[in-house]
Structures are given as structure tokens and as C-alpha cells.
């Protein structure tokens, strides 16, 4: 079956920790995205890949770093510096470089402070 | 200019009743408006999107409704079912950016 797996579907950061969101598709997508969910609000880009290697910083960034070394792969860390961390983090992709076309998402990772 | 505002913020209907969930935008340069379906602890699913040039699109039992000069769009389910139970966003775009509503919780009560 395609589509795109996340794990874990549960992680715990401990202060002054780094961890790492995992995101992979093997719908042979060019472009692959990171986006933050909070309660009430709606879906905010962290960061999207085009191509491999290659990377552009979303509407909230800061805190956050990427890699794009593979098609199928699109790991997100989130770091010490993101003081807010705690939210449910949704990868998505899509077969075209342009947000006007159809994303697909994972069924996401929850991330909690300890 | 960049926000999408999704209304209402909750919705309980009857089961087989008509669920309307608002959208409306500000950046007259969006030619893209899809809407997503969540339940809980999975990741948004694509139900129906609409491009600008029509006024409305249907699938199934969802319907969509565009006003261009209005800058809103909606979303109708007919014959709301309790598996229609989800919470359901907006969103509106263009080649740059897709600007996402702050999400309808629909329950549909048997």
C-alpha cells in the first residue's frame, strides 16, 4: 500500500533535548512537508522539501531543522531551542512542486514535554 | 491578507440532516480551496477541492459551494451520517502557499 508511515506515534522530549520525527512515502513524491497542529488552530507549514536536498524554511521555523538526503525520506528535529514543542506533527507530500496541488498526510506524531 | 476563517467552530446535527461549514479568505491571488476530513489521531484526509473557474463541485454526499466575489466557500454533507463525526478543515492556496482554517468539529447524533 502507498502512503506515508510516521513514527513514532508517541514521543516524549526532556528539556534540553533534541529528538527527531521520522517521515517517510513511498509514493514517489517530489515534494514532502512538515506542519505543526495545535488545539484550535489550524495546520502551520514548519518547513517543505522539492527536491532532495533541498529545503525551505515554512512560517514557523525557528526551533526546527530538516534534511532531504533521500526522495522518500524528510526527517524533522525538533530542538532545544523550540521552547514550545509540545503539539501533534503531521508530514505530508505531494506529487507536484506547488501547494495547489492534492498533499497527503501521515496519521501524525504527538509529541509531549516530560 | 493570509488568513482563512473557518466558521462554525463546532456543528451538531441530526443524523441525515445537511452539515454547512463556512470558509472565507482574503487573498484574491488563491486558486486552490480543498477540504480535509480528521479523525482523531490520524492525519488529515483530501475529501473535495475546488478551483476558482466552478462554482461548485459534488462528490458523493459532500458539496462544495464557491463565491468568487465573495471570497467564501463552503462545505455541505447531505444525509449527515455518525461516521461524518470528525473535524474538518479548510484551506485555501495558491503555487506558494496553503493557508489552513482553524478546523470544524462536526458530531452527527443518531
Known amino acids: 500500500d502507498g502512503g506515508i508511515t510516521q513514527s513514532p506515534k508517541y514521543l516524549f522530549r526532556k528539556e534540553g533535548q533534541n529528538v527527531t520525527l521520522s517521515c517517510e512515502q513511498n509514493l514517489n513524491h517530489d515534494a514532502m512537508y512538515w506542519y505543526r497542529q495545535d488545539p484550535g488552530q489550524g495546520l502551520r507549514l514548519i518547513y517543505y522539501?522539492?527536491?532532495?536536498?533541498?529545503?525551505q524554511k515554512g512560517d514557523i521555523a525557528e526551533g526546527y531543522s530538516v534534511s532531504r538526503e533521500k526522495k522518500e525520506s524528510f526527517p524533522l528535529t525538533v530542538t532545544s531551542a523550540q521552547k514550545n514543542p509540545t503539539a501533534f506533527y503531521l508530514c505530508a507530500s505531494s506529487s507536484a512542486n506547488a501547494f495547489n496541488q492534492p498533499q497527503h498526510f501521515g496519521d501524525g506524531t504527538r509529541l509531549s514535554i516530560l | 491578507q493570509q488568513q482563512v476563517k473557518q466558521s462554525p467552530q463546532s456543528l451538531i446535527v441530526q443524523k441525515g440532516g445537511i452539515s454547512i461549514i463556512n470558509c472565507a479568505y482574503e487573498n484574491t491571488a488563491f486558486d486552490y480551496f480543498p477540504w480535509y476530513q480528521q479523525f482523531p489521531g490520524k492525519g488529515p484526509a483530501l475529501l473535495i477541492a475546488?478551483?476558482?473557474?466552478?462554482s461548485e463541485k459534488k462528490e458523493g454526499r459532500f458539496t462544495i459551494s464557491f463565491n468568487k466575489s465573495a471570497k467564501q466557500f463552503s462545505l455541505h454533507i447531505m444525509d449527515s451520517q455518525p461516521g461524518d463525526s470528525a473535524t474538518y478543515f479548510c484551506a485555501a492556496g495558491n503555487t506558494d502557499k496553503l493557508i489552513f482554517g482553524t478546523g470544524t468539529r462536526l458530531q452527527v447524533f443518531p
Open positions: 522539501s522539492q527536491i532532495v536536498n533541498d529545503f
Open positions: 475546488i478551483r476558482p473557474d466552478v
